[in-house]
């Protein structure tokens, strides 16, 4: 299988049967809070976060969202995190994927303190699967769940995560970040990757659902060409997107206000997406969505933003779905 951090040479995109129409999905990355400042240690990581869960599963019950919680093997392994959400899970209320770091599950990678790498293509490859394979079993203990969809962490897919996924009977990933290009981070150029849901394999066995990022502003149409010229220097993209020429619109709370979530909701559907694929990190539970430098941390601000999003969805015409729907109409 072609590695997924490459753009496939041969695009074929997925079809869905009749009734999908154009739909969103809500991910959230939910895992252990890393101090990332130095070495991986295997106590190094808090989850304070993980009581906010169970509002945040009340809200998007409130909303009909079905939200998939991408967990890492310290969430996998909470008696607190299974408490949450092992009955919205078994009431079809929540889904659980896999999303692996460097710091999951240590004991792969020896005792003691280890050199911090920020992705996944660092790890051997026989680490990378020890990793996928007890946390795979950790979820199916804890959450009873048998978990269809990966995520690396960071977005930083490993060379052989597409092989370890279909050998492991995963459904789908999502970790291609479209018009994103990690390079200058250690990880892997996104920039040319389909934006829609797209087959990994000839087969048709393992199916990517990229995170949607769209280009906004008068010289969007020229984005791909543009946008790596000033991706260092914040100053000039701040110019381009004051004057409405360019901006990268990625489906997040993390760094994008909701007038410009919505612009990009319109700009995804416009150019006919079927699919919306929505992220956060749960940990934004604790802090709030985007605000202003000198602004406290409010939560209720996240709240707003999806509700917003989730109101401007329902006014589109476009409602929620799960991986267990979208397995169910996906054309093979």
Sequence with gaps: MRPITEPPSEVVMARFRSGFGRRFILTVETEGEYDRSGPIRRDGHGLAHLPRLAKFQQFCENEDVCPVYLVDYPVAT?????????????KGRAEIGIQIHQEDDSPHQGEGEQERKPFATAV???VERAKLNRLRMEIERNFDALPQIYR???????PHVGDMLRDSGIAMDSSVRPKFDLRGEGGADFSHHPLGPYWLDAERSLLELPLTTVYWGMLRKQGNLLYPRVRHSPRLQSFLARLGLLSRIPLTPACIDVEEAIQGIDIALDDGLPLLVFSFHGSSLRRGGPRSEGEEDDPDRLYDWWGRVFAYLAARGVPPTNVREIMSFVEV
């Design 78 to 90: 909470s008696a607190l995190a299974a408490d949450i959400l092992r009955e919205p899970v078994a």
């Design 152 to 158: 690396a962490g960071r977005s930083g897919p490993g």
């Design 124 to 126: 051997p490859g026989e």
